[in-house]
């Protein structure tokens, strides 16, 4: 099963790149669906949809959180096994867990079988980036975590806005029931097309987690809770500032989450070649970026070409950090990569659910629909001085490294 034809070779990546997109819909088909989840889940929302919208979004924050549990434990699990089955197996749970938000009965929960359905998601995108990047050959690092990565930006143009239009069509409801059948057709194409690379049985799970003994790690993590929640504390609430704010209708919203997902589909490309050539360029010019784009957005998106531009560019300028900074973590996990690749997507999804959390409050605290944006800012400043500071730290490593080389070649020459 590891011969791989050309037909098998690209239909294996194709499902690789497919379970992201169903993940990419999953996660943020619900920012786009609030005020409808709102609407029938919550019983104040017509006295007050604004203060109830902004509840509905412990819906982000229990995803994020599902994803931030989830990325450690089953990555440490699946330390021992063979990459194919253990992607069998995440993709099984999507789907059971897509099918119970489509079900659930009552907001409550379905914020427990969002946190559920996002156990997954970390050790998913790090087993998938490390079995594309096997199979596209050495050197290909930060292009394997880009084509894992790639199925979500694509959902950003296509997923997202269709399962975002069925949902205002037909129920939000009907959005699960579509990732749940995205996940099953992922599923089937792995089955047939994956190549069976044995598992390390000489691995532990104490060895897995030896990967948060290294400083640096904790560092790097730290860039992408803090740095990420830039992108989350706008993404979260642009449905209505689509709609409040910018004066289009609801039927613009599609729209505007599919230009913003043009811009990390090409953003995160970008981020995967650059990375093979500079990680740490591609890192710091990433977030320097990304805070131009959302100093933009906080002025121009008032007005409806500044909203669609606006949104592009952070799409595209947080989208090149993400195959970046994955694959400095693992670089830095060394052996422990699987472990390594799942931090960097549990990192993404506590700036998820911090970006979110902290938007809201600044919404619920009365000062609009754009004021996330200035939150997003201060989180981005914070995260690239982070990676300013991880960037030291190594070069200060290397230093002593060098240093202590050298007093111990003195001392064997003595």
Not at 41 to 63: F, N
Not at 130 to 158: D, E, F, W, Y
Request: glycine content about 12%; hydrophobic content about 55%.
């Amino acid at each position: 099963m590891n011969t791989l034809t050309p037909a098998r070779r690209v239909t294996a990546l194709f499902a690789i790149a497919l379970g992201g997109f169903g993940i990419g819909v999953t996660e943020f088909a619900k920012m786009g669906l609030l005020p409808d989840i709102a609407r029938e889940l919550l019983p104040g929302y017509e006295a007050s949809p604004e203060t109830e919208i902004a509840r509905a979004g412990i819906l982000i924050t229990m995803y994020a959180l599902g994803v931030v549990v989830g990325a450690p434990l089953l990555s440490v699990l699946g330390a021992k096994a063979s990459h194919a089955r253990l992607t069998f197996l995440l993709l099984g749970l999507f789907i059971v867990g897509s099918v119970a938000s489509a079900l659930a009965p009552n907001f409550s929960s379905l914020a427990v079988f969002r946190f559920l359905s996002a156990l997954p998601h970390g050790a998913y995108f790090a087993v998938a980036s490390l079995i594309a990047a096997r199979i596209m050959g050495p050197g290909s690092q930060g292009k394997g975590v880009a084509l894992a990565l790639s199925g979500l930006t694509v959902a950003n143009i296509v997923g997202v806005p269709l399962a975002t239009w069925l949902g205002q069509s037909f129920g939000w409801r009907w959005a699960y029931v579509l990732v749940a059948i995205i996940f099953a057709v992922t599923l089937l194409l792995t089955y047939l097309t994956l190549p069976r690379y044995p598992g390390d049985p000489e691995r532990s799970a104490r060895q897995e987690l030896g990967v948060f003994k290294n400083f640096r790690s904790w560092i790097m993590i730290a860039v992408g809770c803090i740095g990420f929640g830039g992108f989350f504390a706008v993404y979260s609430y642009v449905a209505e500032v689509t709609t409040q704010v910018s004066g289009l209708s609801s039927s613009a919203i599609p729209w505007v989450l599919a230009v913003m997902g043009v811009g990390m589909t090409i953003g995160n490309f970008i981020g995967g070649w650059a990375s093979d050539k500079n990680i740490t360029k591609t890192i710091i010019v990433g977030f320097s970026s990304l805070i131009v784009a959302l100093l933009l957005y906080t002025w121009l998106a008032p007005s409806a070409w500044g909203l669609f531009v606006t949104v592009f560019l952070i799409g595209l300028t947080q989208s090149i950090l993400i195959p970046s900074i994955q694959a400095r973590l693992i670089r830095i996990a060394d052996r422990s990569a699987l472990l390594g690749a799942a931090m960097n997507h549990a990192a993404f999804n506590v700036g998820n659910g911090l970006g979110a959390a902290l938007g809201g409050v600044v919404i619920a605290a009365g000062f609009g629909y754009l004021a996330p944006g200035w939150v997003g800012i201060g989180l981005a400043v914070m995260g690239m001085v982070l990676a300013l500071v991880s960037v030291s730290v190594t070069k200060r490593d290397k230093r002593n490294e060098r240093n202590t080389i050298g007093i111990r070649i003195a001392e064997a020459n003595d």
